[in-house]
């Protein structure tokens, strides 16, 4: 992934969660990677319409992007599937993922033109991918077993995580296999040499290790200083596993914002310090372009895996849902004009720009 455009960050505080359903959490071999189960109020419901999309200029302008921006469908203005896992296991919750249907839904993601970020690369306006092609962030929550595992020859478990997203990139030319993972203090439950190991062998890989806290806490039920204690810890367990990490991101236990909602963005226990610059819900909606005025880093929404939809029952707001949605509204999403260097887009989607993107905007 080319590094070659990082853009500031904007730090946002973000408002404290409104309603919040706790769901118990589930260990998995051994473990104690306990997992996310509570969704925000979902969105209104998204039905897709029958007005056609937008028709681009008949002659686009000749500017930094050259004539092609139109041709190809440019819309980096669109919006970003982020999507969450946690178990990748048979016969779990309405949280987990099959291995099976891991692969299935990697396989139509790739097939339809979605290319792996990571969270931090969405936070940072760092989206560089072939022309006509649109991002999707992968997330993994709760380092848990299943996730990342070895046979007993050394070699990832093939149906492991990331042993699945590794096979089915494989297949695909042009896909970097990369995804975020959030980690606990249980490390995989493989114990604490073992799952620094695990941490190690993700870095090379070139996924992104972000802090989901040491223990799992929900954050509204502890003090401010408990809190930053919590998130302290969790940024500690990744550095001391891996050096010269940044932990630049978080995904929240359950979705849910401290009493104190400044906490996230960085503070310090014990003289360890954390900060980050994004920060992801559990949510139940595709995240804004980076490069959109919606776009809120300390605020970004995520879908729930859940590949099985019918147009035909009530939306469950899952993956199969979105990509349903999006597979008949295209004009929604996020599409790659093949350059980091600038921002595309249909021009009457102008207003919704960034204004400190503006040097970077053309608009067709």
Known sequence: MSTTRPTPVRRVVGFVLLAILAVACAADGGGPAAQDAVD???????????????APAAEPPAGPAGPDAAERGANELGVIPVIMYHRIIEDGSEYDT??????????????????????????????DLPPGT?????TFDDSSRSQLQYLEDGTIDPDSGV?????????????????????????????AEAGAEHLRELARLGFELGNHTHGHANLGLLAPEDSRRD??????NI??????????????P???????????????????EYRHDGVLLVGSSPSPSPFSVEFDPMRIPRIR?????????????????????????????????GSPSRVSFPAELADRLEPRFAELANPY
């Open 40 to 54: 925000p109020v979902a969105p209104d419901v998204v039905e897709p319409s029958d007005a056609p999309s937008p």
């Open 98 to 127: 099959s291995p099976d249907d891991l692969r299935a839904e990697l396989t139509l993601l790739f097939e339809r033109g979605f290319r792996p970020i990571r969270a931090v690369d969405l936070v940072d306006g760092n989206i």
């Open 134 to 138: 649109s991002p999707v962030v992968l």
């Open 163 to 191: 042993g699945i997203l590794l096979e089915v990139a494989g297949e695909f030319r042009d896909v970097e296999p990369t995804a975020s993972f959030y980690v606990l203090g249980s490390l995989f439950g493989q114990g």
């Open 231 to 236: 998130l302290a810890l969790g940024a500690q």
């Open 239 to 252: 550095r001391d596993a891996v050096a010269d990490v940044e932990v630049r991101t978080l995904s929240l």
């Open 254 to 272: 359950f979705g849910v914002y401290p009493s104190d909602p400044t906490v996230v963005a960085g503070g310090a226990h014990d003289d360890i």
């Open 305 to 337: 895996s859940q590949p099985h939809h019918d147009p035909d029952t009530e939306p469950d707001f899952g993956s199969g849902y979105w990509l349903w949605v999006l597979d008949q509204e295209p004009e929604r999403l996020y599409v790659s004009d």
